[in-house]
């Protein structure tokens, strides 16, 4: 079954690191079910989680000299491209 957010699974879980989906949540200020659904591709994160993970994932590589440019990169491209309208979570009752 393809997921309709597939392109967001190998995004989040680059951005995660080696944190674990609940470290990756509490910086991005979401629940752990969301980060679950994300790297399963079955909902998007919104904007505003996703520049967090973003910042998180950067302050990590910059701490331990690691160029955080290709990955940061990816997801920028992945977040400026999301239509807005189509930031409704593909499971109601869960939201990013």
Sequence with gaps: MKHPYGQYR?????LRGPYTQQEAALAAGVSTDLIQDWE???TRPKKPALRKLIDHYVT???????????????????????????????????EA
């Design 40 to 42: 399963a591709g079955r």
């Design 60 to 94: 990590w590589c910059r701490h331990f000299e690691r160029n955080p440019e290709p990955t940061r990169t990816r997801a920028i491209t992945l977040m400026l491209g999301a239509d807005d309208q189509d930031d409704q979570p593909a499971n109601p009752g869960k």
């Design 10 to 14: 190998r995004i989040v879980k680059e």
